[in-house]
C-alpha cells in the first residue's frame, strides 16, 4: 500500500511539474512578445484587476474613462503597479483617452448594469484587434510628424532647440490677436463650466478637449460653417471647428460636431493651421510652469505615447499654476499635481 502511495505521489508531482512548465512557457512566451497582444487582450487583463480593486467600475463607462484619467495624470493607484502587463496596460490607456472621443475608434452603445441603462464606449473591432506593435508604430510616426512641423511651421516651436524667452515674445506678438480673442473671457468660462456641462454641448464620457474648445470659442474664436449636408453626428476632420445643434430633424436638439473640436490630436492640427501659437515643452513640469500663460490651452502625453488631454491654465502664477478640465472635472487645481513623468504642449491662441 506505502508502495502504490508512493508511486501515485510521484506521478502528481511529475504532472505538477509538467503543467507548471507549460504554464511558465505561456507566461515567458507572452511576456518576451508582449507586442504582439491586441488591445482587446491588454484590456481583458485591465478588467481582471479592476473587478477585485474596483468592482463597481463598468467598461466603457465614465468612471472607467475617469479611472484611466486620473490614473495617467497623477498615478494614484499603485497596485496597478503589481499587475504582469503593466506596460502594456499603460499603452492601452494611453490610446484608449487619446481615440476614445474618435468615432471611427468607438462607437457608443447602451447596456443595462443592476436594472439601469447606461451609455458606455465600446472599441470597434478594428480598433479591438490592433496590437501594441501597431500602437507603437503609430506614436513613432506622430512623434516623426510633430519634429517635421517643428520644422516646417514658424509659429510651432519647441523648447528643446534652445529657443530664447525673447524669441517667444516676438512670435506670441505675431500669431495671437488679442483684439478678437479675449483670454479672459475663455477663463472665465472654464471655471463656470469646470465642475458642471453646458447644455448647448454634447456630454462626452472623456470630455476634456471638447471643453477647451468650448472656452476657446467662449474667448472670441468663431466656429467655422459647417460642412454641406451635416445636421447630425460627428464629421472626422481637422479643417473645420464647429459644435452645433440642429433643431430641423427633431423637436429636440441634436448635436453635430467635427473631431476637431473634441479630439485631442485634430485639435492640435487645427489649431497649428489657423492661427494658434503651439509651443512644445518637452519632457517635465518645470518647463511648463516656466513659459505657460494664464488662458493657454496645455495639451499632456506620456513619454512615447500619444498626446491623450487637454487641460486649460486658469488661475496662479509662474512655476506655480492652476488649471481647470473635464475628465476628470478641476477648477484651478495645481499644475504641481500633475505627474512629472510626462510631456506638455501649449496651444495659444
Known amino acids: 500500500m506505502k508502495k502504490l502511495m508512493s508511486m501515485m505521489l510521484a506521478v502528481v508531482m511529475v504532472l505538477s511539474t509538467i503543467v507548471a512548465r507549460v504554464n511558465a512557457d505561456s507566461y515567458d512566451f507572452k511576456k518576451v512578445n508582449p507586442d504582439n497582444m491586441t488591445l482587446v487582450e491588454v484590456e481583458r487583463e485591465l478588467v481582471n484587476y479592476l473587478r477585485q480593486a474596483k468592482p463597481d467600475i463598468v467598461v466603457g ?80 510616426a506622430l512623434e516623426k510628424k510633430e519634429a517635421e512641423d517643428i520644422k516646417n511651421y514658424e509659429n510651432v516651436v519647441s523648447l528643446d532647440s534652445g529657443i530664447t524667452d525673447v524669441e517667444l515674445e516676438r512670435l506670441e506678438n505675431k500669431y495671437t490677436d488679442t483684439r478678437s480673442y479675449n483670454k479672459n473671457k475663455a477663463v472665465e468660462y472654464a471655471l463656470d463650466f469646470a465642475e458642471t456641462r453646458n447644455p448647448v454641448y454634447k456630454d462626452f464620457p472623456s470630455d476634456c478637449t471638447n471643453f477647451v474648445s468650448q472656452c476657446v470659442r467662449a474667448g472670441g474664436r468663431q466656429m467655422d460653417s459647417d460642412y454641406s449636408g451635416h445636421g447630425s453626428g460627428y464629421k472626422s476632420s481637422t479643417r473645420r471647428w464647429y459644435h452645433k445643434q440642429n433643431f430641423k430633424l427633431t423637436y429636440y436638439p441634436v448635436h453635430y460636431w467635427t473631431t476637431a473640436f473634441t479630439v485631442v490630436e485634430d485639435f492640435y492640427e487645427y489649431s497649428k493651421k489657423n492661427g494658434a501659437y503651439t509651443i512644445n515643452c518637452g519632457k517635465g513640469r518645470n518647463r511648463l510652469q516656466r513659459v505657460a500663460k494664464k488662458g493657454d490651452i496645455v495639451q499632456i502625453k506620456k513619454t512615447n505615447g500619444k498626446w491623450f488631454h487637454s487641460i486649460i491654465i486658469t488661475g496662479g502664477e509662474k512655476y506655480n499654476w492652476k488649471y481647470s478640465s473635464h475628465t476628470d472635472d478641476w477648477k484651478n487645481r495645481k499644475v504641481s499635481k500633475l505627474s512629472s513623468d510626462y510631456s506638455f504642449r501649449i496651444i495659444r491662441f
Open 61 to 140: 463607462s465614465k468612471e472607467y474613462v475617469e479611472y484611466m484619467s486620473e490614473y495617467l495624470l497623477e498615478e494614484h493607484d499603485r497596485e496597478l503597479e503589481d499587475t504582469v502587463y503593466y506596460d502594456e496596460i499603460l499603452i492601452y490607456m494611453n490610446e484608449y483617452l487619446a481615440e476614445v472621443c474618435n468615432p471611427n475608434r468607438f462607437i457608443e452603445k447602451e447596456i443595462t448594469v443592476n436594472g439601469d441603462r447606461i451609455t458606455v464606449l465600446e472599441m470597434t473591432e478594428e480598433e479591438k484587434n490592433r496590437t501594441i506593435k501597431d500602437i507603437k508604430l503609430e506614436v513613432e
